[in-house]
Protein backbone atom coordinates (compact mmCIF):
# COMPACT_ATOMS: atom_id res chain seq x y z
CA UNK A 1 0.00 0.00 0.00
CA UNK A 2 1.49 3.62 -0.65
CA UNK A 3 2.47 5.45 2.05
CA UNK A 4 -0.44 7.49 3.94
CA UNK A 5 0.20 10.23 6.40
CA UNK A 6 3.15 11.26 8.14
CA UNK A 7 4.06 11.23 11.84
CA UNK A 8 3.27 14.56 12.05
CA UNK A 9 0.36 14.57 10.84
CA UNK A 10 -0.57 11.19 13.26
CA UNK A 11 0.48 13.40 15.83
CA UNK A 12 -2.14 15.75 15.34
CA UNK A 13 -5.43 13.56 14.51
CA UNK A 14 -4.36 11.32 17.28
CA UNK A 15 -3.93 14.68 19.66
CA UNK A 16 -6.71 16.86 18.12
CA UNK A 17 -9.37 13.83 17.06
CA UNK A 18 -9.28 15.81 13.59
CA UNK A 19 -6.57 16.40 11.01
CA UNK A 20 -6.51 19.34 8.11
CA UNK A 21 -4.97 17.66 4.72
CA UNK A 22 -4.91 20.81 2.56
CA UNK A 23 -5.25 20.76 -1.65
CA UNK A 24 -5.21 16.82 -1.11
CA UNK A 25 -7.64 17.16 -4.42
CA UNK A 26 -6.11 19.23 -6.72
CA UNK A 27 -6.56 19.86 -10.51
CA UNK A 28 -8.12 17.17 -13.06
CA UNK A 29 -9.12 15.28 -10.24
CA UNK A 30 -10.90 17.91 -8.63
CA UNK A 31 -12.34 19.11 -11.81
CA UNK A 32 -13.56 15.49 -12.51
CA UNK A 33 -15.20 15.50 -9.16
CA UNK A 34 -16.93 18.96 -9.62
CA UNK A 35 -18.09 17.83 -12.73
CA UNK A 36 -19.78 14.78 -10.97
CA UNK A 37 -21.03 16.60 -8.36
CA UNK A 38 -22.93 18.79 -10.62
CA UNK A 39 -24.17 15.49 -12.87
CA UNK A 40 -25.97 14.22 -9.41
CA UNK A 41 -27.17 17.40 -8.64
CA UNK A 42 -29.17 17.80 -12.09
CA UNK A 43 -30.33 13.99 -11.27
CA UNK A 44 -31.18 14.84 -7.78
CA UNK A 45 -31.71 19.02 -7.18
CA UNK A 46 -32.78 18.30 -3.92
CA UNK A 47 -30.91 14.82 -2.44
CA UNK A 48 -32.87 12.30 -1.05
CA UNK A 49 -35.53 13.02 2.36
CA UNK A 50 -33.03 13.12 5.08
CA UNK A 51 -33.97 10.79 7.93
CA UNK A 52 -34.09 7.95 5.26
CA UNK A 53 -30.88 7.11 4.79
CA UNK A 54 -30.37 6.75 9.10
CA UNK A 55 -33.43 4.76 9.75
CA UNK A 56 -32.09 2.37 7.32
CA UNK A 57 -34.97 1.92 4.32
CA UNK A 58 -34.29 2.95 1.09
CA UNK A 59 -33.50 6.32 0.31
CA UNK A 60 -36.42 8.43 -1.16
CA UNK A 61 -35.77 11.26 -3.49
CA UNK A 62 -36.88 14.54 -2.33
CA UNK A 63 -39.16 16.03 -4.47
CA UNK A 64 -39.06 19.83 -4.03
CA UNK A 65 -36.91 22.35 -1.64
CA UNK A 66 -37.07 20.93 2.32
CA UNK A 67 -37.02 23.91 4.43
CA UNK A 68 -34.10 25.17 5.77
CA UNK A 69 -32.66 23.71 8.96
CA UNK A 70 -29.90 21.95 10.03
CA UNK A 71 -31.29 18.17 9.42
CA UNK A 72 -32.45 19.40 5.74
CA UNK A 73 -29.08 19.01 3.97
CA UNK A 74 -30.32 17.31 0.76
CA UNK A 75 -28.19 14.10 1.19
CA UNK A 76 -27.33 12.15 -2.32
CA UNK A 77 -26.42 8.93 -0.40
CA UNK A 78 -24.44 6.26 -2.00
CA UNK A 79 -22.84 8.62 -4.69
CA UNK A 80 -20.28 6.32 -5.08
CA UNK A 81 -22.38 3.91 -6.34
CA UNK A 82 -23.98 6.32 -8.68
CA UNK A 83 -20.67 7.67 -9.60
CA UNK A 84 -17.25 5.87 -8.62
CA UNK A 85 -15.05 9.17 -8.73
CA UNK A 86 -17.19 9.75 -5.03
CA UNK A 87 -15.46 6.04 -4.21
CA UNK A 88 -11.82 6.85 -5.31
CA UNK A 89 -11.41 9.46 -2.36
CA UNK A 90 -11.26 6.50 -0.08
CA UNK A 91 -8.12 4.74 -1.01
CA UNK A 92 -6.12 8.08 -1.21
CA UNK A 93 -2.91 6.81 0.61
CA UNK A 94 -3.65 9.70 3.38
CA UNK A 95 -7.59 9.06 4.19
CA UNK A 96 -6.91 5.63 4.12
CA UNK A 97 -4.42 5.67 6.40
CA UNK A 98 -6.27 7.88 8.43
CA UNK A 99 -8.95 5.75 9.08
CA UNK A 100 -6.66 2.51 9.47
CA UNK A 101 -4.84 4.39 12.36
CA UNK A 102 -8.43 5.26 14.12
CA UNK A 103 -10.45 2.27 13.48
CA UNK A 104 -7.48 -0.40 12.74
CA UNK A 105 -7.57 -2.45 10.11
CA UNK A 106 -11.20 -3.82 10.05
CA UNK A 107 -13.14 -1.35 8.83
CA UNK A 108 -15.79 -1.22 6.28
CA UNK A 109 -17.34 1.43 4.39
CA UNK A 110 -20.16 2.89 5.54
CA UNK A 111 -21.68 5.80 3.08
CA UNK A 112 -20.34 8.56 1.04
CA UNK A 113 -22.86 11.36 1.12
CA UNK A 114 -23.00 14.40 -0.73
CA UNK A 115 -24.72 16.99 1.21
CA UNK A 116 -25.56 20.98 0.55
CA UNK A 117 -25.81 23.09 3.16
CA UNK A 118 -27.78 26.16 2.22
CA UNK A 119 -27.55 29.79 2.90
CA UNK A 120 -28.77 30.68 6.23
CA UNK A 121 -28.85 27.09 8.39
CA UNK A 122 -28.24 27.04 11.79
CA UNK A 123 -25.94 25.13 13.69
CA UNK A 124 -26.18 21.43 14.28
CA UNK A 125 -26.17 20.57 17.76
CA UNK A 126 -23.17 18.97 19.15
CA UNK A 127 -23.25 15.03 19.29
CA UNK A 128 -20.41 12.06 19.58
CA UNK A 129 -21.44 9.71 16.60
CA UNK A 130 -21.06 5.61 17.90
CA UNK A 131 -17.74 4.68 18.63
CA UNK A 132 -15.70 3.30 15.99
CA UNK A 133 -16.81 5.44 12.93
CA UNK A 134 -14.52 7.87 11.40
CA UNK A 135 -15.52 10.08 9.08
CA UNK A 136 -13.31 12.43 6.07
CA UNK A 137 -14.97 15.37 4.87
CA UNK A 138 -14.03 16.45 1.30
CA UNK A 139 -14.51 19.96 0.93
CA UNK A 140 -16.64 20.52 -2.66
CA UNK A 141 -17.02 25.03 -2.99
CA UNK A 142 -14.77 27.11 -0.96
CA UNK A 143 -15.82 27.38 2.90
CA UNK A 144 -15.35 29.66 5.42
CA UNK A 145 -15.43 30.36 8.62
CA UNK A 146 -19.50 29.84 9.65
CA UNK A 147 -20.31 28.83 6.39
CA UNK A 148 -21.56 25.07 7.24
CA UNK A 149 -18.16 23.24 7.66
CA UNK A 150 -18.24 20.52 10.26
CA UNK A 151 -17.52 22.18 13.46
CA UNK A 152 -15.54 20.01 16.04
CA UNK A 153 -14.36 20.90 19.53
CA UNK A 154 -10.61 19.67 19.36
CA UNK A 155 -9.07 16.90 21.70
CA UNK A 156 -12.70 16.01 22.58
CA UNK A 157 -12.36 12.08 21.47
CA UNK A 158 -10.80 10.41 24.05
CA UNK A 159 -12.59 9.66 27.58
CA UNK A 160 -15.17 12.19 26.72
CA UNK A 161 -19.08 11.61 28.04
CA UNK A 162 -21.32 12.78 25.65
CA UNK A 163 -21.55 16.37 24.81
CA UNK A 164 -24.99 16.98 26.41
CA UNK A 165 -24.07 16.22 29.84
CA UNK A 166 -21.00 18.87 29.63
CA UNK A 167 -21.80 21.65 27.42
CA UNK A 168 -24.16 23.86 28.53
CA UNK A 169 -26.35 24.02 25.64
CA UNK A 170 -25.26 22.06 22.56
CA UNK A 171 -25.89 24.34 20.09
CA UNK A 172 -23.75 26.87 20.72
CA UNK A 173 -20.18 27.82 20.01
CA UNK A 174 -17.66 26.00 22.28
CA UNK A 175 -14.73 28.05 23.78
CA UNK A 176 -12.25 25.85 21.72
CA UNK A 177 -13.62 25.10 18.22
CA UNK A 178 -12.71 23.75 14.68
CA UNK A 179 -14.38 23.84 11.30
CA UNK A 180 -13.68 22.35 8.32
CA UNK A 181 -12.82 25.58 6.37
CA UNK A 182 -10.91 25.45 3.38
CA UNK A 183 -10.95 25.49 -0.39
CA UNK A 184 -12.42 23.04 -2.66
CA UNK A 185 -10.44 19.94 -2.66
CA UNK A 186 -9.13 20.24 1.01
CA UNK A 187 -9.85 17.30 3.44
CA UNK A 188 -10.28 16.95 6.93
CA UNK A 189 -10.22 13.35 8.46
CA UNK A 190 -12.74 13.65 11.71
CA UNK A 191 -12.76 10.88 14.91
CA UNK A 192 -16.54 11.41 15.24
CA UNK A 193 -16.23 10.34 19.26
CA UNK A 194 -14.81 13.78 19.66
CA UNK A 195 -17.92 16.55 19.83
CA UNK A 196 -18.69 17.44 16.40
CA UNK A 197 -21.60 19.39 14.78
CA UNK A 198 -22.16 21.43 11.94
CA UNK A 199 -21.36 25.08 11.89
CA UNK A 200 -24.30 27.80 10.60
CA UNK A 201 -24.17 29.24 7.33
CA UNK A 202 -24.25 32.68 7.15
CA UNK A 203 -22.84 33.02 3.77
CA UNK A 204 -21.62 34.01 1.71
CA UNK A 205 -23.49 31.18 0.06
CA UNK A 206 -24.27 27.45 -0.49
CA UNK A 207 -21.90 24.91 0.53
CA UNK A 208 -21.29 21.27 -0.46
CA UNK A 209 -19.21 18.63 1.13
CA UNK A 210 -18.58 14.58 0.29
CA UNK A 211 -18.96 13.11 3.18
CA UNK A 212 -17.03 9.39 3.71
CA UNK A 213 -18.03 7.86 6.26
CA UNK A 214 -16.46 4.23 7.29
CA UNK A 215 -17.33 1.90 10.15
CA UNK A 216 -15.59 -0.69 11.94
CA UNK A 217 -16.78 -4.60 10.92
CA UNK A 218 -17.10 -4.72 15.40
CA UNK A 219 -20.35 -2.52 14.85
CA UNK A 220 -22.19 -5.74 14.09
CA UNK A 221 -24.03 -5.17 11.31
CA UNK A 222 -24.01 -5.15 7.80
CA UNK A 223 -23.72 -1.97 5.96
CA UNK A 224 -26.46 -0.68 4.57
CA UNK A 225 -25.40 -1.03 1.20
CA UNK A 226 -25.02 -4.69 1.41
CA UNK A 227 -28.84 -4.90 1.60
CA UNK A 228 -29.67 -1.61 -0.88
CA UNK A 229 -27.32 -2.99 -3.90
CA UNK A 230 -26.69 -6.45 -5.83
CA UNK A 231 -24.07 -8.50 -5.52
CA UNK A 232 -23.34 -7.78 -9.23
CA UNK A 233 -23.14 -3.82 -8.23
CA UNK A 234 -21.10 -4.24 -5.24
CA UNK A 235 -18.76 -6.53 -7.12
CA UNK A 236 -18.18 -3.65 -10.33
CA UNK A 237 -17.72 -0.38 -7.80
CA UNK A 238 -15.31 -2.73 -5.52
CA UNK A 239 -13.52 -3.50 -8.60
CA UNK A 240 -12.89 -0.63 -9.48
CA UNK A 241 -11.08 0.37 -6.06
CA UNK A 242 -7.01 -0.35 -6.09
CA UNK A 243 -6.56 -3.82 -4.04
CA UNK A 244 -5.78 -1.93 -0.56
CA UNK A 245 -8.65 -0.31 -0.62
CA UNK A 246 -11.17 -3.62 -1.58
CA UNK A 247 -11.89 -4.50 2.00
CA UNK A 248 -14.32 -1.24 2.17
CA UNK A 249 -16.46 -3.21 -0.41
CA UNK A 250 -16.47 -6.20 1.48
CA UNK A 251 -19.77 -8.07 3.10
CA UNK A 252 -21.48 -11.27 2.93
CA UNK A 253 -24.49 -13.01 4.41
CA UNK A 254 -22.41 -15.43 6.33
CA UNK A 255 -20.20 -12.43 8.21
CA UNK A 256 -23.51 -10.93 8.83
CA UNK A 257 -24.54 -14.16 10.55
CA UNK A 258 -21.12 -14.73 12.15
CA UNK A 259 -21.18 -10.88 13.77
CA UNK A 260 -24.60 -11.68 14.71
CA UNK A 261 -23.22 -15.00 16.63
CA UNK A 262 -19.93 -13.21 18.03
CA UNK A 263 -23.02 -10.63 19.59
CA UNK A 264 -24.65 -13.12 21.05
CA UNK A 265 -21.50 -15.15 22.22
CA UNK A 266 -20.82 -11.67 24.44
CA UNK A 267 -21.37 -11.81 28.31
CA UNK A 268 -24.46 -9.26 28.98
CA UNK A 269 -22.56 -6.30 30.11
CA UNK A 270 -20.39 -6.33 27.02
CA UNK A 271 -23.12 -7.02 24.81
CA UNK A 272 -24.78 -3.62 26.44
CA UNK A 273 -21.91 -1.83 26.02
CA UNK A 274 -20.49 -2.67 23.10
CA UNK A 275 -20.96 -0.68 19.48
CA UNK A 276 -23.50 -1.42 17.86
CA UNK A 277 -22.68 1.73 15.27
CA UNK A 278 -25.77 3.63 17.34
CA UNK A 279 -25.27 6.67 18.37
CA UNK A 280 -23.62 7.69 21.72
CA UNK A 281 -26.18 9.23 24.13
CA UNK A 282 -25.98 7.00 27.40
CA UNK A 283 -23.17 8.46 29.92
CA UNK A 284 -23.33 5.05 31.61
CA UNK A 285 -22.87 2.90 28.55
CA UNK A 286 -20.27 5.26 27.04
CA UNK A 287 -18.25 4.74 30.40
CA UNK A 288 -18.71 0.90 30.01
CA UNK A 289 -17.73 0.89 26.84
CA UNK A 290 -14.65 2.86 27.40
CA UNK A 291 -13.72 0.71 30.69
CA UNK A 292 -14.32 -2.57 28.79
CA UNK A 293 -13.14 -2.19 25.29
CA UNK A 294 -10.24 0.98 25.12
CA UNK A 295 -6.66 0.61 25.92
CA UNK A 296 -6.39 -3.16 24.80
CA UNK A 297 -2.96 -4.23 23.10
CA UNK A 298 -4.79 -6.83 21.57
CA UNK A 299 -6.77 -4.39 19.07
CA UNK A 300 -3.57 -3.43 17.06
CA UNK A 301 -5.12 -5.15 14.12
CA UNK A 302 -9.09 -6.55 14.65
CA UNK A 303 -9.36 -8.09 11.35
CA UNK A 304 -11.72 -11.30 12.21
CA UNK A 305 -12.31 -10.88 15.72
CA UNK A 306 -15.08 -9.61 17.96
CA UNK A 307 -13.33 -6.31 18.62
CA UNK A 308 -14.92 -3.03 19.31
CA UNK A 309 -13.98 0.07 16.87
CA UNK A 310 -10.75 2.19 18.25
CA UNK A 311 -7.73 -0.32 17.39
CA UNK A 312 -5.57 2.27 17.21
CA UNK A 313 -4.09 1.28 20.48
CA UNK A 314 -1.99 4.38 21.06
CA UNK A 315 -4.82 6.33 21.19
CA UNK A 316 -5.57 5.02 24.75
CA UNK A 317 -2.16 3.91 26.11
CA UNK A 318 -2.57 6.49 28.78
CA UNK A 319 -6.64 5.62 29.28
CA UNK A 320 -7.63 6.83 32.65
CA UNK A 321 -11.10 7.54 34.01
CA UNK A 322 -10.73 10.47 35.88
CA UNK A 323 -10.93 12.71 32.20
CA UNK A 324 -14.37 11.06 31.75
CA UNK A 325 -16.35 12.37 34.83
CA UNK A 326 -13.99 15.47 35.42
CA UNK A 327 -15.98 16.79 32.20
CA UNK A 328 -19.15 16.63 33.12
CA UNK A 329 -21.33 19.33 34.83
CA UNK A 330 -23.57 17.92 37.78
CA UNK A 331 -26.37 20.29 37.02
CA UNK A 332 -26.59 19.06 33.55
CA UNK A 333 -26.59 15.26 34.67
CA UNK A 334 -29.00 15.92 37.27
CA UNK A 335 -31.54 17.60 35.05
CA UNK A 336 -30.98 14.53 32.36
CA UNK A 337 -31.31 12.11 35.02
CA UNK A 338 -34.93 14.11 35.93
CA UNK A 339 -35.83 14.56 32.32
CA UNK A 340 -35.45 10.42 31.53
CA UNK A 341 -37.37 9.99 34.68
CA UNK A 342 -40.29 11.87 33.68
CA UNK A 343 -40.17 10.70 29.98
CA UNK A 344 -40.87 6.97 31.66
CA UNK A 345 -44.09 8.07 32.96
CA UNK A 346 -47.07 8.17 30.83
CA UNK A 347 -47.86 11.64 29.45
CA UNK A 348 -44.06 13.02 30.80
CA UNK A 349 -43.07 12.99 26.85
CA UNK A 350 -45.66 15.86 26.43
CA UNK A 351 -44.89 17.78 29.39
CA UNK A 352 -41.17 17.47 28.25
CA UNK A 353 -42.33 18.72 25.21
CA UNK A 354 -44.68 21.33 26.62
CA UNK A 355 -41.35 22.44 28.53
CA UNK A 356 -39.31 22.63 25.48
CA UNK A 357 -41.79 24.76 23.96
CA UNK A 358 -41.83 27.38 27.07
CA UNK A 359 -38.14 27.48 27.30
CA UNK A 360 -38.15 25.30 30.83
CA UNK A 361 -35.57 22.55 28.98
CA UNK A 362 -33.40 21.77 26.32
O1 LIG B 1 -23.05 17.94 8.41
C1 LIG B 1 -21.97 18.04 8.96
O2 LIG B 1 -21.08 18.76 8.53
C2 LIG B 1 -21.75 17.25 10.22
C3 LIG B 1 -22.26 15.88 10.06
C4 LIG B 1 -22.33 15.13 11.33
O3 LIG B 1 -22.45 15.67 12.38
C5 LIG B 1 -22.29 13.69 11.30
O4 LIG B 1 -22.12 13.11 10.23
O5 LIG B 1 -22.39 13.07 12.38
Known amino acids: MPPGLTEEQWEVLKRDGALYLPGLIRGDELRRLQESVSALRRDLPYGYVYGTEYSRTTPKKQE ?27 AKPEIH ?30 HKDAHGLALAVVLLDKCGWDNGGTSFAPATHINSPPPSYCMEDVRARPSAEGQTVGAAGDVYILCVDAWHGRAANIGPGDTSKLMLHVNSRTNFRAPAWFRRFAPEEVARARAKLPPHARHLLEWSHEETQQRQQELAALGAVKRWAVNRGEGCHSLLRSFVHFLLYANRRDLAD ?61
Open 302 to 362: ARGKTLPGYTSAPMFQTFSFAPYWRALKLKLVLRRLLASAIYAVPGGKALISMARARGFAR
Open 97 to 126: DGFERILGKDFVLDNTIVHTVRLGTKRLPF
Open 64 to 90: AAPPVDPLQVMPVFDSGFMDPVFHEFL
